[in-house]
């Protein structure tokens, strides 16, 4: 029997691959688009989403994942560990984690931790990465959830955006909300910090966008190796030609590029392209 399982929500984009190598569980996030209700990442793509916010007016909705859908999850893993470790975005961002909070209290026969990852994207998903990884390698429950807060600390998410009218209509701009006179003027960078969407600069072209975001994180790691991630949204030649300029001048311990999933694509719109990082 395994130590530990570590769950996570279908935001995290995480690399299929890693999901199967780490053995990582899924709990999907719920799209709805006209009355239709689709799991994220399984029954909808992000293709799909972009289609309907270009050709709709009516913005689709999302859910978290139902204490039931997490029970299922919990069960499962509880047949093949002696605890889990469920890793989710800020319940100021999302219902999940508080819905993953009484789904565990639910659960007796093993220990369930909650982590708050208190970012998004591949930013939860390194988290979780780094958390599998430990599991992988036979280490005991604290010293997972130590391992994911620890990694959760240090991480860094900078990306520019094409429009705040969908994270405004999500009501997740947080800060972000001061600029939304001013984006025919600029293409913002927002980051993450303390689960909130803030603005980090405001640049006029995308091109100065992309140069902020290199030169940030050039002072945040400051020479240390790194790992790190391009993600976008409906942006594959703009991620792959940025992932590019990131491996030609840092020190990459992994390098990956992550698309949004279609439940975060429908809160960011297309055309997102961002850094998320943290160093050895």
Known sequence: MKKVVVVTDSSATVPEKLVETLDIRIVPIVLTLDGHSFRDGVEITPGDVYRWLRESRQPPTTSAPSVGDFLRVYTSAAQE??????????????????????????VENVPIRVVNCHNVAIGQGFVTIEAARAAHGG?????????????????????????????????????????????LQISPVLHVTDGHVEVFARPRTKAKAIRVMLTEMAKRVDGDRLHAAVLHADAPEEAEALRQQVAERFDCTELFVAELTPVMGAHTGPGVLGLVFYAD
């Open 81 to 106: 560990a002696s605890s889990i470790v469920s890793i989710h975005l800020s319940p100021k961002l999302s219902g999940t984690y508080n819905a993953a909070m009484t789904a565990s209290r639910l």
């Open 139 to 183: 280490a005991d429950l604290d010293t997972v959830v130590a391992r994911a807060n620890d990694v959760a600390d240090r991480m860094n998410l900078l990306a520019t955006i094409g429009t705040l009218e969908y994270l405004h209509q999500g009501g997740r701009i947080g800060g972000a909300a001061a600029l939304l006179g001013a984006m």
